[in-house]
């Protein structure tokens, strides 16, 4: 399956964004999708996944309450809505797929996707 990041810009501090996940080549059926980011010179870490069948999800404590993952069967796409965002939320994110469900660690998905960037201003 191959994924594509899209949704990323320039949002105010308290803004929203909406970040979508395509896929192609085949559908998430048994498949869970993940968020994740990387601010520059930081690591990679987990934001948000969701389990394709059944629609399970699980957040990081940074972004509970502020983020919702979702998923949309008909277009084969999962949503990341971000809503009270603030200047540390600003990273590249990513979208990727795991065979393993409700998975923080990035080592447990592959797939990704190239990333769409999300700044936000002060």
């Known amino acids: 399956v191959q994924l594509q990041a899209s949704g990323g810009g320039l949002v105010q501090a308290g803004g929203s964004l909406r970040l979508s996940c395509a896929a192609s080549?085949?559908?998430?059926?048994?498949?869970?999708v993940g968020w994740f980011r990387q601010a520059p010179g930081q690591e990679r870490e987990f934001v948000a996944t969701?389990?394709?069948?059944?629609?399970?999800?699980k957040y990081a404590d940074s972004v509970k309450g502020r983020f919702t993952i979702s998923r949309d069967n008909a277009k084969n796409t999962v949503y990341l809505q971000m809503n009270s965002l603030k200047p540390e939320d600003t990273a590249v994110y990513y979208c990727?797929?795991?065979?393993?469900?409700?998975?923080?660690?990035?080592?447990?998905?592959?797939?990704w996707g190239q990333g769409t960037l999300v700044t936000v201003s002060s």
């Open positions: 990727a797929a795991s065979v393993w469900y409700l998975r923080t660690n990035r080592g447990d998905y592959d797939n």
């Open positions: 080549g085949r559908t998430f059926s048994n498949y869970a």
């Open positions: 969701i389990k394709w069948s059944g629609g399970d999800t």
